[in-house]
Structures are given as C-alpha cells and as structure tokens.
C-alpha cells in the first residue's frame, strides 16, 4: 500500500522536528484560527473545514474534507488557495482530512458542493495567511505596510527590492495575531494570475500512468478477499445453503453467512465467501447451493409498477407550488397533454464498490473509495462494537462516484466479514453485484397538462410528477417530495398560472441519488413539454423560451432558505449563446435537425443543443452538441469543460440506453450487454461556451446531464415530427 496521508495531528507534530510554520484552519462560517506549529496547538472548540499550512521549506500544505471522485479537487482547490496566497499552485500539496467530524464536519462529497463551498474560505485562508506574512516582514524591515507587497512566495521591499521568502517569516507570522474577519483585502477579479486560466490536473500523470492508488489497488500485509452471495429479489433473505462444494474450491477459506442491515444502511445480506484471491472468492461462490426466500416483492415487475404509476395519477397529487388559478385557466383554454416516463437508472460506476478494512482489538483501519468517510467510518464502527474515532478511514480514489460510493451497504458488509475472519479483507463487489443490488435513480412519471389564449400565448402550466421517492426509502419522516421536485418546483418560465403537485408511488426497488438527482428526470419532462408548447403556438422553441424568461426575476424555491433561487436572465444569457454558437435556425445537412434545452441546477446555468441524425436502424445518432454553461467564476476553464463534457456524456448514455428494469421482484440487467453506456464513436463532438461571470463559483460536476435528454428528445421531433416522451429512446432488447 502506498504511504497514508498525515493525520492533523501527525501533520501538525511535524513542526517539531522540521521546523515552524503558519498553520490556519477554517470553517465554512468564515471563522479562522492560526497556530504555530512548533507548539503543537490544540484546535479550538469549533469545527474546521480545512487547514491551511505554511512551511519553513516552502511547501504550502491543504488538508481538506472532500473526496477526489474525478472532479479535479485536487487541483481546482490549490489553484484557488495559490491565488491569493500568491504562491505557485503547483507548489500546493493536497492531502485527505482524517475522519474527525468533530474537527471536519463536512466530510462528504456531493451535490456539486467541493467548490462552491470552498471557494470563499480558501480564497480568505489564503489571504489571511498572505497578510500575516507580510506583516511579519513589515515587522523585521521595520517599514510602512504600503512599502510591501507578496509574489511568489515571498515578500517584497518595494524601496529596497529586499525580499524574503515565506520559509522565512512562518516562525514570526505564526506569534501575529490573526486580522479580524472582514478586514483582509482580496483580489479583484482582474487582478487573478491562476483564477480563471486552463490547466493540467494534477492527477492526469498518476491516472494515466497507472501509479494512482484506486480502491482496488489497497494492498495490506496478510489480506484476504471476499465477495458475497445477494438474494437476486429485493428484500429477499437465505433459507439455508450447502457450501460443501464452494470450501473444496481452491484458495477458499470460509463461507458463512452475512447479514442484512436495514437501518440506515439498507445492506442486503447473503453468503460470504473469502478466499486468497479474488478469482478464487468468485470460484468459490459459484459452487455454492443457496435456497433463498424471495420475500414479499417478489411480484414486483416493471409492469406492475407502471400499473401503479397510472392508479396514482388518477388522483391529485399533494400542491407544492399553486400561483394563480390554474384548473380556471385550463377549463377555459386551448389544452396541452402529455405524459412523460422515465426509467430507474443504475450508477454504473468504472470501478465496481470495493473495500478494504484491517480489524483491530480497539482501533480499525479501512481503504475506501468512498464520497462519504464518515458514513463508511460510522457504519463500521457500530458492526465493530467501537467508537467512531477507533476507526481510521483512509479515503482512496474512486473509479466513478455519481452519487452511488456515497452509501454504507458495502462498508457494513465488510466490517461484518473482518469481524469474522480476523485479519484484513478486501470484499470485491463484480459488475453483476454492481448492477443488481445498485441504489437506482428513481423512476418517474410527469402529467403534464399546458393551456394556451386566444393569441396562443401560455396561459397555464400543471404538472402532475409521480415517483418512487429517495426522502420515502431513506429518510420517511421527511416529506416524500422534498428529494423529487428539484428543477420542477422552480419552473423559470413566467406562467400567470402553475401548479406543481407530487404524488410518491410505492416499490421495493431501493433508490438513491444518482448523478444531478432529480433534475435530470424533472428536466426531461419540463423542457420537453415547453417545445411542445412551443409548437402549439407555432413559435420558433428559442424565441418561446427567451420571452417566458422575461421579465428578469428571481425564482425562489419556497422549501429552501438557502438557495438563491433561480435567475431567469442567467438562464436567458445561456440560452442565447447556445442558440447563437450552434448556428440555430441555420441550415443543416439533409436529415438533421437541433433541439434544445436549457436548466439551472446546483446554482449552476445551462444550454444545450443537440444536433441530431437518424441510424439505418431508426436509432437516434447525435453527433454534435453545443452548451454554454453559466457557473460563476471559472476557476479552471479546462476543467469546467471537461466536468461538462462528462455530464453530457453520462446523460446521453442514460438518455439513448438507460433502464434498469425489473421482474419476479429482480433486476434484469446484469453488464453492460444489457445496460449500454455510451461508446467512444458514439460520442458527439461537444463544444463548451464558459460565460464570464463576477457570480461566486457554482456546482458543475452535475448541471451537464439535465438538459441533454430533452435536447435531443426535441431535435427528433424537429427531425421526424414525432414526440418521444419515455426513455431511453433506444430499447434494449
């Protein structure tokens, strides 16, 4: 195993034997808190959300509390400390916080958040530590603050061009008392030497040359492995089972059984085979005899859920957002229909869900590839009988995350089997566990209904949505909407009457987030239904959406205190540049067509158009895909293209193929045979417009995937004059 980052404590000991340093913490509420290190602080009562360290040997350490997952953190975060630092970026060393929520209290990685909640307190951390530096060598030259100025690591005599290095003055900087909040001077916007300019990740070399530490690659002196043996059905338990023929098999150890966890971690329990390989785990679990009691949904199909989605629907949904009179203006109006289906929708990470977890009399240690070290460190620490801080988890890169690694089935499962073998193991989940016994997106059906006047301008907007519901599996005190209405409930377009109600449809399929949650599902049927709306008016779908954008305004969410809500002249601004960057309304080759869509997410804006063909076989082909994407201050123009350009490949491969389907109460998807992914040469070409922006840095991990289904879903009605309103668009067979 490669050498584990330091702990804060290990990290901040270093003082004492290599020297001083300045050493900063702070907080997502902005308080901040420096120490020497020669002595060894202790943290204050408040939580921290990083550490900032300054170096006798001009090495600039970030101790943060998120995961890397394939965002860029690693470098972004660096890029924005350095910045106002004023140190080379590149000579800012990330390393993983310990899982201490008592000091880092935001140790998860989701919702598009890594930067966005990060930015402000970096950029200030950065500046403070710059101040102090500087007063230290104000200090020593015994000059006027204005005669100083920081570059490069160091501070400069503007008089004297004396200069002295960071190294220098951490000793000194770190005795100053810390400037008052609010007091140290940031940068402006046209002053950014790394802000704002393109990039190579830090992680490209290691990724591409096989030397970064994945999941799978965790290797602990006298490990065994283990896979398990899942009841195929959902809720499904082990009757009994004959593991004679799986212990004769080469390199298998033990076989015995695992058990289910509901509360809180929904693990699904089964037959546990370890063995001194993978290969031979998985030899070992074939030869097992199982006899399963399939449960009580083992009637569960996808056509009796689809029979249950049309008997809600009958009735009205619960009301989360009624402005007007909408059953007034629909009565007296030229109506709209349509019904939109999704599907449920599998992560299908790269990397199938591993863990590696060394046991100990009072103190684990685990190898994760997790978004969330501490779920992983609590759901282990209570199969081991410990305390949370017994528990060292070691956060590793994950191949793929999407929402899924932010789950505890498979930390659990392996605290169990090291609980009973004894010695470290690594349990191995394959792409079949991976696809089977998946957290699925929820599946969806949106009524929707739109009314138009005399002068066929929208008058009324009703959308019915109907859905297996996260809050309703995960968390059932919470309201069942509250996971589901993301992107619906703050519809931008300036309908004198709209009504959003949402009625939960009961399943034994688990669901969980999954790569932009809700809006993407929400997206689909929004920005579908308003081309629909579009051509019922015969207006061009551009020029329809720019003018129910107007006038600017601010669209709050009415269950959030929060979030800002969503800018219809941002959103208008995208739109605009999309429609002009892709040529819209220009002519195109024979048998193509565009389509577009536009959708704020994680406080994120963005167009898309898609450009659009039609197979011999009748299946679509997109071949060219134009997005302008509003996310505030792009703090690595080539990562935010590169974060967009996942998002619209990871949507279009659910769009074009996605569906988990189910029968006799299982999944009937196992690879990637039968739940396609996106193939290089299917791949459009993409082009990303980053709009300049003063707004603070949004999410952009996730605000890619919502608007190229319905992007594409438009253009082939452009192409064909036919609506395609369920997905995928391509039914596997």
């Known amino acids: 195993m490669a050498a584990m980052p330091a702990n804060r404590r290990e990290f901040l000991q270093t003082g004492v034997t290599t020297g001083a340093a300045l050493v900063i913490g702070f907080s997502l509420p902005g308080k901040l808190w420096a120490a020497q290190e020669t002595q060894t602080p202790k943290p204050p009562i408040s939580p921290f959300e990083a550490w900032v360290h300054v170096g006798d040997d001009d090495r600039v350490k970030l101790i943060v509390a998120k995961s890397e997952i394939g965002q ?36 998860g990685t989701g919702g598009s958040s890594s930067t966005r909640t990060t930015y402000a307190d970096l950029r200030t951390a950065g500046a403070t530590a710059r101040e102090m530096l500087i007063s230290a060598a104000v200090a020593q030259w015994n000059v006027p603050r204005e005669q100083c100025y920081a570059e490069d690591g160091a501070v400069i005599n503007r008089q004297s061009n004396a200069r002295l290095k960071y190294s220098q003055l951490v000793a000194s900087a770190s005795r100053l008392p810390i400037p008052p909040a609010g007091q140290v001077p940031l940068k402006k916007r046209a002053d950014f030497k790394i802000i704002g300019h393109s990039t190579v990740r830090v992680d490209a070399e290691p990724k591409s040359n096989g030397t970064a530490q994945f999941g799978l690659d ?35 150890l033990a076989v015995f059984p ?24 998985m030899q070992g679990r074939r030869a097992l005899v199982i006899d399963w009691d399939n449960g009580a949904h083992a009637s569960e199909s996808s056509e009796s859920l689809r029979n249950a989605f049309e008997s809600a629907a009958r009735q009205p949904g619960k009301p989360v957002r009624n402005d007007g009179e909408v059953e007034k203006a629909l009565a007296g109006a030229k109506l709209i229909e349509a019904v939109y289906e999704v599907p449920f929708l599998a992560h299908a990470t790269m990397e199938p869900m591993n863990i590696t977890a060394a046991p100990g009399a009072d103190r684990w240690e685990v190898w994760a590839p997790t978004q969330s070290p501490q779920w992983v460190q609590t759901s282990i620490a209570a199969e081991a009988g410990l305390k949370p801080e017994q528990v060292i988890v070691h956060t590793l890169l994950s191949g793929g995350g999407f929402g899924r690694r932010y789950m505890a089935d498979f930390p659990t499962e392996v605290a169990q089997i090291a609980k009973v073998v004894g010695k470290p193991v690594q349990l191995v989940w394959t792409r079949d566990d991976d696809m089977q016994h998946d957290f699925y997106r929820p599946a969806a059906h949106h009524h929707m209904s739109g009314a138009l006047d005399a002068q066929s301008r929208p008058l009324a907007w009703r959308h019915h949505l109907l859905s297996t519901s996260i809050n ?93 809500g969503v800018s219809t002249a941002r959103l208008k601004r995208v739109l605009q540049t999309a429609a002009e960057k892709s040529g819209w309304g220009s002519p195109l080759p024979k048998g193509r067509a565009r389509g577009v869509a536009c959708h704020s997410s994680f406080r994120s804006y963005v167009a898309e158009v898609a450009e659009v063909s039609l197979n011999d ?44 389907t189910v029968a006799n109460g299982a999944v009937m998807q196992k690879n990637f045979d039968g739940y396609r992914v996106l193939r290089m040469n299917e791949m459009p070409e993409i082009e990303v417009h980053l709009l300049e922006s003063d707004e603070a840095p949004s999410g952009l991990g996730e605000p890619g995937v919502p608007p190229i289904a319905p992007a594409v879903a438009n253009a082939l009605f452009a192409l064909t004059g036919k609506r395609h309103r369920s997905l995928p668009f391509v039914v596997q067979g």
Request: proline residues 7%.
């Open 472 to 564: 309703a599996f995960w968390h059932p005190e919470e309201p069942a909407h509250a996971s589901e209405i993301d992107g619906a409930l703050t519809l931008p377009y300036n309908f004198p009457n709209l009504r959003l109600e949402y009625t939960p449809v009961a399943s034994s399929v688990p669901v969980a987030w999954w790569r932009s949650v809700a809006d993407a599902m929400n997206a689909f049927a929004t920005e579908s239904f308003i081309d629909e709306l579009a051509a019922a008016a015969k207006t061009d779908p551009v020029q329809f959406r720019m003018q129910l954008l107007d006038p600017a305004r601010m669209v709050k969410d009415p269950e959030s205190k929060d979030d800002p």
């Open 218 to 252: 965790a290797r602990v002196t006298g490990m065994v492995y283990a896979v398990i043996a899942r009841c195929p059905t959902f809720g499904g338990r082990v009757k009994n089972f004959d593991a004679a023929k799986a212990k004769a098999s080469h390199g298998v």
């Open 258 to 281: 695992v058990e289910a966890v509901a509360k809180d971690v929904h693990s699904a329990g089964g037959i546990a085979v370890v063995a001194d390989s993978t290969w031979a785990a």
């Open 617 to 660: 076989d009748g299946s679509p082909r997109v071949h060219r895909v134009v997005a302008a994407v509003d996310c505030g201050v792009v703090i690595n123009p080539d990562g935010a293209r590169s974060q967009t350009e996942g998002g619209i490949g990871y949507g279009l491969a659910a769009a074009l193929y996605g569906a988990i």
């Open 72 to 107: 860029g953190i690693k470098t972004t975060l660096p890029m924005i400390l350095a910045e106002e630092l004023e140190v080379d970026w590149k000579q800012v060393e990330v390393q993983q916080a310990e899982t201490r929520p008592d000091i880092y209290p935001h140790l």
